[in-house]
């Protein structure tokens, strides 16, 4: 397998940055996987804490038990800012993906050393 289609897999398959890293560019691979890691994170606490908002709702009996009020609830949570916020951050994390692959595979693309 050429070095490109590998980089470009990991970047794809694994996380952004990887195929930087495995093609030894650093510096590339940091940034991306740095980036994707940070929205990441924003993503993910966003959506722990309004599950976690939800549950202690449920427990304290202040929503029924009930499939169609949970979804009520979770369509409820998300406010103008706090979706602008996580939609920001998903964008960022699915352009740096993006971005990984491309990049990755046009970078294995240069010859090492003077051979293809």
């Not at 952004?16 to 929205?39: E, F, M, Q, R, W």
């Not at 352009?95 to 010859?111: H, K, M, Q, T």
Request: with cysteine; proline share 3%; aromatic share 8%.
């Amino acid at each position: 397998m050429k070095r490109s289609t590998r980089a470009a897999l990991l970047s794809a398959f694994i996380f952004p940055g990887a195929g930087h890293l495995y093609l030894k560019k650093y510096l590339a691979g940091a940034v991306l996987a740095g980036i994707s890691l940070t929205a990441m994170y924003r993503v993910v606490s966003d959506t722990i804490g309004k599950a976690y908002q939800i549950s202690e709702q449920l427990l304290n009996g202040a929503a029924p038990l009930d499939a169609g009020a949970i979804s009520e609830l979770v369509a409820g949570q998300t406010t103008g800012s706090e979706a602008r916020s996580m939609n920001m951050a998903m964008a960022a994390f699915i352009i740096c993906w993006l971005i990984g692959i491309v990049d990755s595979y046009r970078a294995g693309r240069v010859p090492v050393d003077g051979r293809q």
